[in-house]
């Protein structure tokens, strides 16, 4: 298939003086879009999980919630292929027209019929497919929208989106239910994925250098995977650098996910404490991501991940001998400061590191760590817990995260790594 047969084409922007990011419409036009599409997402798994809940026992619920990340660990490394050769905003535009238009559809057949699990399954394994696809490429578009000495900045941006889903999409989607059930929040969901497309139809891309246009016709896809594939194990930051985000996130994930509430019911904290921790680690992250925004760039970025992530895996340690809540919450403050500055380094580290041709193929082996490898923690964490206690495995899960810092330091070409000017 040629670009030519492509649908939506892209619409390019002319050379023009270099512009800061955040006062860049065209930049500012995208990071809405994405945060939009990110809140429509955090109310369909909201209402996933609520219409699953009501319709068989817990165990089912839980099938159908995870289901959705079966096909997009499978399918992302192609969806990274598919991103680099058709173009990141052409496949953005039609996955999340493609999102919106199952998720519309499933609300109007809820709003009819109650057609059981099979319907909610059948949607999470769409979901999860066309996510493997889309991710690569909303990895991959910055790169085409601004100049490498704005990707930075761009992450930190996109690092408040993120924090902007959480904080809001929850609610949002509780209030669909409560409204009018889950019909009405699959609705709510759909509506704001389908705010993203126009955003993103307006979204102007720079024209590709030639050496960031293959001959896509003259190499098959398996070829190009191999290529991307060996392009991360030969570089010598980016190689590094998936070892050390592979290792963050497995010590990260279980902790601050099914260990937390763990660690909350064993301290008697009850459901609002560990509100009031997580509220703590979104604080932190938020921050870390708005000093990205403001400054642009941080000088000595890979020593900084690098020495961010070792004291933000002590004090995941900490976080299970906190002696009481007002010092959890703290300690979660400082986990999601230091956390959030090594990801956020990471991150605009991948993105300026890599060749623009192979963005989507990097980010979709950066998507099966984050994605298919680190939730493997999360039934491992509440086993180990459930037999030596959540300290132990705290501590054992944070010397797993300060590993990946450990490799930073011993990579010379990702210590030495920095973010151009």
Known sequence: MSERTTSVPDTLIPPAPARAAHRDPNVLRWVAAYTVSMVGDMVFYLALSWAAVQNGTAAQAGIVTAVS???????MLGGGVVADR??????????????????????????????GLWLLALLAVVFGTVDAVFLPAVGALPARITTKDQLARVQGMRGLGIRFAAVVGAPLGGLGVAVGGSAAAFACAG??????????????VREPAPDETTAR????????????????????????????????????????????????????WGASGMGWVLGGFGTGAGVAALLLTVRGRVPYAGLVAAGAIIPGAAAIAALAYAPGLPVAVGTAVLVGLLTGLSGAMCGALLQTQTDTAYLGRVTAVAGIVSLGIAPLSMPLSAAAIGVWGTGPVFVVSA???????????????????????
Do not use: Q, Y
């Open 69 to 75: 990340a079966v096909p997009r660990a499978l399918l």
């Open 86 to 115: 058709f173009g990141p905003r052409r496949v953005v535009i039609g996955s999340d027209a493609v999102r919106c238009g199952t998720v519309l559809a499933v609300a109007a057949v809820l709003f009819v019929t109650d057609p």
């Open 191 to 204: 509506l704001l994925i389908a705010v993203s497309v126009p955003l993103l139809v307006s979204v102007r």
């Open 217 to 268: 016709n003259d190499t098959t896809a398996w070829r190009d995977l191999r290529a991307g594939l060996s392009h991360v194990r030969r570089h010598r930051v980016l190689g590094p650098l998936m070892i050390t985000i592979a290792l963050g996130d497995l010590g990260f994930v279980g902790p601050l996910n099914v260990g937390l509430t763990l660690l909350a019911d064993e301290r008697g």
């Open 399 to 421: 010397v797993v995260c300060a590993l990946g810092g450990a490799v930073a330091l011993c990579a010379p070409g990702l210590r030495r790594a920095e973010l151009p000017k």
